[in-house]
């Protein structure tokens, strides 16, 4: 689990992550690790949709238009 990572590198600060509200993490295996490290970690959900939140929003929609748009495969 990518959590308990995080908490082994950063051990000697809080940890804060930003995620999308997706089903996963608010599976009953999370909440409990979460509750045991509520001093260390500390989740801040994004809204479904917040393009404008997230900084790796502008790459993707530039990969999309300059890379994946203007790409062919010829079978």
């Known amino acids: ?8 590198i950063f051990r000697f600060t809080t940890i804060i992550l930003l995620k999308y509200i997706e089903r996963i993490h608010h599976t009953k295996l999370l909440k409990e ?8 970690l500390k989740l801040v959900f994004l809204p479904p949709y917040s393009p404008n ?4 929003e502008p790459l993707w929609k530039w990969l ?3 890379v994946v748009y203007n790409f062919f495969i010829h079978l």
């Open 1 to 8: 689990m990518i959590y308990i990572n995080l908490i082994k």
């Open 33 to 40: 690790f979460l509750e045991e490290n509520t001093n260390r």
């Open 53 to 56: 939140l997230n900084l790796i």
């Open 64 to 66: 999309k238009e300059k």
